[in-house]
C-alpha cells in the first residue's frame, strides 16, 4: 500500500523559514513528478512548486518564486520544499502529490497520490 506523508509544518512568524518533507513508502517515486501544493481555510487547494523525476526542471508559484525552493532525494524517496521569508497569507496546510505528468502540471487532478497534509501558520 502506498503511503505518502508530510511533515515540518508549524508555527512560525513573518519572515521566518520552515522545510517541509514528504516521505513516501510502498513504492518508488523516484521515476515520478511530485509536486507541492497548499490549502487555505475556505479557499481551494493550489499549486506551490513542481519537480519532475529527476529534480533537474522545477516550477514555482508566482507566490513562491525567490521564496521557495523544492527538491528532492529519490534515495530517501523523499521530497522536501524549504520556504523562506514567510509571510502570513503562506498559512495553509500543505500537501504532497506524487506521480504526475512528466511535463510540469498545477491542476490537482493531475496527481494520483496526496498526502494528509501539514498545517504551516505563520503569525504576523
Known amino acids: 500500500q502506498v503511503h505518502v506523508v508530510e511533515s515540518g509544518g508549524g508555527l512560525v512568524q513573518a519572515g521566518g523559514s520552515l522545510r517541509l518533507s514528504c516521505a513516501a513508502s510502498?513504492?518508488?517515486?523516484?521515476?515520478?513528478?511530485m509536486a507541492w501544493f497548499r490549502q487555505a481555510p475556505g479557499k481551494e487547494r493550489e499549486f506551490v512548486a513542481f519537480?519532475?523525476?529527476?529534480?533537474?526542471?522545477?516550477q514555482y508559484a508566482e507566490f513562491g518564486k525567490g521564496r521557495f525552493s523544492i527538491s528532492r532525494d529519490n534515495a530517501k524517496n523523499t521530497m522536501y520544499l524549504e520556504m523562506n521569508n514567510l509571510k502570513p497569507e503562506d498559512t495553509a496546510v500543505y500537501y504532497c502529490a506524487a506521480q504526475g505528468p512528466i511535463n510540469w502540471s498545477h491542476l490537482v487532478g493531475d496527481y494520483e497520490f496526496w498526502g494528509q497534509g501539514t498545517q504551516v501558520t505563520v503569525s504576523s
Open positions: 519537480i519532475n523525476w529527476s529534480g533537474h526542471s522545477t
Open positions: 510502498g513504492r518508488t517515486f523516484s521515476r515520478d513528478s
